[in-house]
């Protein structure tokens, strides 16, 4: 079982940052989470949203309609105090930063394939071995497109559980592993949720061969109640704070 920093240590640092992914390296997980999109000028650059208005304050601005440029104008504090001077992070920036040992969960926001082989570009540009990455997506066309054009690389459909008009919850675990299976995906990153997911769950889905994931973990209770599962991965805001304290009870 492996502990990845959601966005960063984002639990203090403003996420996806360098200042977030700093914490991360010295803390010492053994990964990071990170967002992508492409600018205007196709640059691939690290934030969650769409806009900027929620990390960066202001009106905000689009990121595909504003050029790499024009954000670095902005500040990446997520009001946090003591970040003023953070932007938001290249993504090559990023991977030089933190080097080729650590593990990159690579969330693609949108769904357009161009993404898919900037990514990749960047990764190879920066010496990153498949073995140290994994793509991550909402997108099943995202997760499928991947697969196709880099199968030996990893690639997780990221999810979530709602419920049904008739009021079960969606995804069972048969609907799940043959939606995994319909995108050639290595397995699943999904939303944690205590009322569905259990061990059973876990073990199906993990029985069919498929990578079990989940996100975002912020209690010790709560991680240790999915590590009792059988997860394979899980990702935190605070993934370093979480393992020290398990791993010294």
Known sequence: MIWISHRGESIDAPENTLAAFKLSLERQTEGMECDVHLTKDGKLVVCHDSSTKRTCGGEGIIIEDSTFEELQALCASNNKSGYENEKI???????????KDRKYYIEIKKNDPAVIDAVVHELDAAGISPEKTVIISFHSDIVRIYKERYPEREALFLTMFYVNKNGTWWPCAE?????????????????????????????TVKAAGFKFAVWTIDSVELAKRFIDMGVDVITSNCAAKLKHEIDNQ
């Open 89 to 99: 992070p290249l993504f090559s920036d990023t991977l030089q930063y933190l080097g």
């Open 175 to 203: 609907d799940l592993i043959k939606d995994l299976k319909a995108q050639g995906a290595d397995g699943v990153d999904i939303h944690c949720n205590q009322i569905f997911v259990n061990k059973e769950y876990v073990d």
